[in-house]
T-cell receptor, first 109, second 112 residues
Framework: KNEVEQSPQNLTAQEGEFITINCSYS?????LHWLQQHPGGGIVSLFM???GKKKHGRLIATINIQEKHSSLHITASHPRDSAVYIC???????????FGTGTRLQVFP | ETGVTQSPTHLIKTRGQQVTLRCSSQ?????VSWYQQALGQGPQFIFQ???????GRGNFPPRFSGLQFPNYSSELNVNALELDDSALYLC???????????FGQGTRLTVV
């Protein structure tokens, strides 16, 4: 069992749909990262959160430390949101990131 | 724009050769980590440097080595390349532990 697990692995949506990607982790963490990776490889950090909720534009990230679970929501999805979304958790005593396997999102017009 | 720049963006090497990948971080980013991402998989931690000293290492053989320089640049060196070393190599830096991490765009290495 991976220390960081995501679901679903693949997700397709129609433009405008509300999207949720889930992340569960078993390691003790100081914060959790949500990352976006487009074809070609570059990774962009979307959020780093250690409690509660953060919002940036149409993206919302929530975390429940007690339940070791985080979600990334995309409201009014758009084809340009198509990418791989990865959650990553640093081990508590280090900054070594443990990555989930990613969720491949495709949003169709 | 993350402020983390990797070079080159793409590279093709022959099995047995040696390669050096470079990363330039933002000023003040004392912590730099390198990750290997094989096709279709999540990134795997190679090692981390903090103020020019290795500060943690993943499950990679000694032929993977690194350096961090005072000007916030760093290198990943891989000796005796193997076909399985073909992957995207990502550099990530932060100003310190438990602070936001910034990623480079990666170097795609192909070993033939």
């Amino acid at each position: 069992k991976n220390e960081v697990e995501q679901s679903p692995q693949n997700l397709t949506a129609q433009e405008g749909e509300f999207i949720t990607i889930n992340c569960s982790y078993s390691v003790g963490i100081s914060a959790l990262h949500w990352l976006q990776q487009h074809p070609g490889g570059g990774i962009v950090s979307l959020f780093m959160l250690s409690s509660g909720k953060k919002k940036h534009g149409r993206l919302i990230a929530t975390i429940n430390i007690q339940e070791k679970h985080s979600s990334l929501h995309i409201t009014a999805s758009h084809p340009r949101d198509s990418a791989v979304y990865i959650c990553a958790a640093p081990s508590y005593n280090t900054d070594k990131l443990i990555f989930g396997t990613g969720t491949r999102l495709q949003v169709f017009p | 724009e993350t402020g983390v720049t990797q070079s080159p963006t793409h590279l093709i090497k022959t099995r047995g050769q040696q390669v050096t990948l470079r990363c330039s971080s933002q000023s003040g980013h004392n912590t730099v980590s390198w990750y290997q991402q094989a096709l279709g998989q999540g990134p795997q931690f190679i090692f981390q440097y903090y103020r020019e000293e290795e500060n943690g290492r993943g499950n990679f053989p000694p032929r993977f080595s690194g350096l961090q320089f005072p000007n916030y640049s760093s290198e990943l060196n891989v000796n005796a390349l193997e076909l399985d070393d073909s992957a995207l190599y990502l550099c990530a830096s932060s100003p310190g532990q438990r602070l936001r991490t910034f990623f480079g765009q990666g170097t795609r290495l192909t070993v033939v």
